[in-house]
């Protein structure tokens, strides 16, 4: 079945970085774009990045452009997402997304990974 195991949260100070990391597998890793998302407490869920199956295209939310790097390795069928600069309002639990899995085109979610950003 299809797994989405996020890793890489923590408490950091602002102004520090965390590299989070989505370990998947079930489906055929290479030939899916993968998300990130967060969800901040009281928020709905917003997308944050998103890279296509060969990393061709990537697009980030406005919020996060220039601070916030996403990536793949399909020889590891991983996604990561590499966060410089963060700020109090980064807070939110981040998860991992893939979309259009199998004949049924589903969608799969990760448990979650919190990154809280604090002094």
């Known amino acids: 079945q299809v797994q989405l195991v996020e890793s890489g949260g923590g408490l950091v100070q602002p102004g520090g970085s965390l590299r989070l990391s989505c370990a998947a597998s079930g489906f055929t890793f290479s030939g899916n774009a993968m998300r990130w998302y967060r969800q901040a407490p009281g928020k709905e869920r917003e997308l944050v990045a998103m890279?296509?199956?060969?990393?061709?295209?990537?697009n980030y939310a406005d919020s996060v452009k220039g601070r916030f790097t996403i990536s793949r390795d399909n020889a590891k069928n991983t996604v990561y997402l590499q966060m410089n600069s963060l700020k109090p309002e980064d807070t939110a639990v981040y998860y991992c997304n893939v979309r259009d899995v199998g004949v049924l085109r589903r969608s799969y979610w990760g448990q979650g990974t919190q990154v809280t950003v604090s002094s």
């Open positions: 890279i296509t199956s060969t990393g061709g295209t990537i």
